[in-house]
C-alpha cells in the first residue's frame, strides 16, 4: 500500500483523505482479501487431506498395523 497514506485507517483519517488515496485503499484492501481467501481455502483443503489421513489405518486402509496411531479411548 502506498506509504503516504496514514496506518490507522479510522473514519477521521479517511475523511482526510482524496477519492484516489481512498479508490487505492480500496483496490489494496481487495487484493489482500482475495489472498487471504486463497490461502483460507487451501488451509481448508489441508485439513480434510489431514482428517482423511488421521482416520486411515490398518483396518481401513493398506497401512501396516505398525503405523497405526492407537488413539486414546
Known amino acids: 500500500m502506498n506509504q503516504n497514506l496514514p496506518q490507522d485507517l ?9 477519492k484516489e488515496e481512498l479508490v487505492e485503499i480500496i483496490i489494496e484492501q481487495n487484493k489482500v482479501i482475495r489472498e487471504l481467501q486463497k490461502i483460507i481455502l487451501e488451509l481448508q483443503q489441508e ?13 481401513n486402509s493398506s497401512k501396516p498395523p505398525s503405523g497405526d496411531i492407537h488413539k486414546k479411548q
Open 10 to 18: 479510522d473514519r477521521e483519517s479517511l475523511s482526510q483523505l482524496s
Open 47 to 59: 485439513i480434510e487431506r489431514l482428517k482423511v489421513s488421521r482416520d486411515l489405518d490398518s483396518s
